[in-house]
């Protein structure tokens, strides 16, 4: 099979077979990244979506302003979609709301808990109107416990789940926050995967059905392997450590010490440098990385580098002070070996030797890397107002029905006349709603 871009420019993708979702239409009630991010991948899979806004605009639109109501965190975050603006505030919104649910197939909800029952935007409400309704709701702490009706932030459950002491470095004596929003973008991918095995579903079975997704769960999944526990090894470890961190900290100690106490209980040897074929390296002129957890693609590193690992000796033992010792001084010597060459030099000789390394681009470097380039993974549009920008294109890509861009973000309020007119709305209904201030945007 001949080998194809990942992503072709909107005037190459006419004669294109449709996407998987298409035909589905979505109705979307959500801000920020985690959902409104879902509602990009459904609009890449062919799906409709309409993204409700109130009359004064998504919060989300203020992000990195370009032009007044137009930033890139929403130009970004809501790209393919189509733009519709309601007062929910308004109890006439209801009934507004409720025709639209008739000719939709999903609705993304993600508005504060208390939210839903007051803009009549509950499960049980929608489904009323539409029996058949595949009704996203997220949740960001899940439904029950002492923080379950609170918004969610990526910060705050990066903290809750363990995975910030593990990702984060230290700034000061606490853990600087990690961005991106990985939690935010790993739900919005969840989001949509939930959405489609729904439809699924009710391909099957008739049935609509609520699914549900929660950023602190997707934090908690980004650990992986990191955050288990396992009754025949754990125990013993886990209390130890709980002794050690509790009185770490009764001590004042800052966000490093309080790290290596942890690298050193669960991971030994990490905080020497034993991850030296799995890291990133300085070189004579910039960074690369170098991955490899094969212990055959270990010693061929070891071999392009001319250095001897002694975790190789079958007497190494990492809790002796003199093979820990010797165990720094290869990572050491590991790191001085790398910056003699240059990036370029480096990741040509262990790429003849089939070993996995690659540069570490700034963002703005990636634009231009040849692997990204000729895979297109980049999407070029062109925004109503602010005109021409690129972003991440589809996640994935199919062959029989694939995926494409739809075009930019809309810009507020640009289709709202339109989608109620579709929705049986008359001319003389609609101008009155704008008059009332019920629909249109908010000067």
Known sequence: MTPQPWHLPEDETADLPPGPLEGIRVLEFATILAIPSCGVHLSDMGAEVIKVEPPAGDPHRGAQPIIQGE???????????????????????????????????????????????????????????????????????????????????????????????????????????????IADMTTGVAS????????????????????R??????????????????????????????????????RGADFEEQRSIYLDRFFPGVSLGANTYF???RTSDGTISVGSTSPTINARIRQVLGLEDPRTEPDFDVTDAGDRERLREFAQACEARLAERTSAEWIATFGAESIP??????????????????????AELDHDLIGPHKTFGPIIQMDASPLRTHGSSPPLDRDTDAILEGAGFTPDELETMRATGLIGRRA
């Open 71 to 181: 930033g890139k965190g929403f130009v970004a975050m809501n790209r393919g979609k189509r733009g519709v603006c309601i007062d929910l505030a308004r109890p006439e919104a209801r009934e507004v709301i409720r025709r639209l649910v008739r000719d939709v197939d999903v609705v993304l909800a993600s508005l504060k808990p208390s939210d839903l029952p007051r803009f009549g935007l509950t499960y049980e409400e929608l489904r009323e109107a539409n029996p058949a309704l595949i009704y996203l709701e997220h949740q960001p702490f899940g439904e029950l416990g002492p923080q379950a009706g609170e918004g969610g932030y990526d910060v705050v459950v990066q903290g809750i789940s363990g995975t910030a002491p593990m990702m984060a470095r230290s700034a000061g004596s606490v853990p600087a926050t990690v961005v991106p929003a």
């Open 192 to 211: 949509a995967l939930a959405v489609v095995a729904a439809l699924r579903h009710r391909d099957q079975t008739g049935e609509g059905q609520r699914v």
């Open 213 to 250: 997704s929660s950023l602190l769960m997707s934090s908690i999944l980004l650990a992986g392997n990191r955050t288990s526990w396992f009754g025949a090894t754990d125990p013993t470890t886990f209390e130890q450590f709980d002794q050690e961190i509790e009185a770490a900290r009764a």
């Open 357 to 378: 390394c690659g540069p570490v681009n700034w963002p703005s470097e990636s634009f231009s890397d040849p692997q990204i380039t000729e895979n297109r993974f980049y």
């Open 279 to 281: 890291r990133y390296y």
